[in-house]
């Protein structure tokens, strides 16, 4: 299924593998602008590959968690398109320690990608959405929906905060049309949890939480960001749409 973005400039944040290329993969095919944002120059190599497909594309180096990178990356698509109609705060990391093993550079490790990540991206887009409006799309997880294994706390705790974050800027952002909603994902097959999905007794721990045998796929979840980028969403604020194989409702 394709939805209609032609005419969007769209900024996704950790674009360049995953979960976030599969974001703008689907997203360029469906006529958006893509700015592939990313540390990992692997986004440089997409961007090349949507244009070579047709499309409009770009790569910046971002680090989500600086501000002035975020401002310089938003001027910049300013400059070169006249606007920003999306924004898909999709980077962040995991980790997978107990609350005990937990420590502060931890606490650190996940928080400000994750959660302060989302904040600068979406205070960062304000200015250039105020005056045409936009879609603000932020990516949460299952995990801030239910304590779904041990040793997920502060993982679970950053994208918690990701999904009330959401909908207070839905409040405060809709006087200037501008939508905010999170997509949670579930179980999804990507690089950065290969490593988890390769242990055995991992494997089978995270599978008997899910209603079906398998893990879902980026493009699953791209179906979700693209619907929510696009007009097809025009009176949903604020919302939360899980993308997890029933894991929330097990």
């Excluded at 993969?25 to 700015?35: F, K, N, P, Q, T």
């Excluded at 904040?119 to 801030?144: Q, R």
């Excluded at 949890?193 to 494997?203: F, G, K, T």
Aim: proline share 3%.
């Amino acid at each position: 299924m394709t939805w209609n973005l032609e005419g969007k400039t769209i900024i996704v944040t950790g674009g360049a593998k995953g979960m976030g290329e599969a974001h703008c993969r689907l997203m360029s095919a469906c006529g958006a602008a893509i700015i592939v944002a990313d540390v990992d120059e692997a986004g440089e190599a997409l961007a090349d590959e949507l244009r070579a497909n047709g499309g409009t594309a770009s790569y910046t180096r971002l680090d989500v968690t600086n501000e002035d990178q975020w401002c310089r990356m938003v001027a910049n698509a300013m400059a070169v398109h006249g606007r920003v109609d999306g924004l898909v705060n999709n980077a962040g990391v995991a980790l997978l320690k107990s609350i005990e093993e937990c420590t502060v550079e931890d606490f650190d490790f996940l928080i400000r990608p994750n959660l302060m990540g989302t904040f600068l991206g979406c205070k960062s887009v304000l200015p250039a959405m105020k005056n045409a409006g936009g879609s603000i799309v932020n990516i949460g997880s299952a995990a801030a929906m239910k304590a779904v294994f041990p040793d997920l706390s502060l993982y679970s705790a950053s994208k918690a905060g990701v999904r009330l974050f959401t909908k207070v800027a839905a409040w405060e952002f809709r006087q200037h049309n501008i939508r905010v909603n999170a997509v949670h994902p579930g179980q999804i097959a990507t690089p950065m949890n290969a490593e988890l999905r390769a242990d055995p007794s991992l494997q089978k721990m995270m599978m008997g939480t899910i209603m079906y045998d398998r893990f879902g796929e980026p493009r699953e979840v791209a179906q979700a960001v693209a619907f929510l980028c696009s007009d097809a969403s025009s009176y949903m604020t604020g919302s939360d749409l899980t993308v997890d194989g029933g894991w929330t409702a097990n």
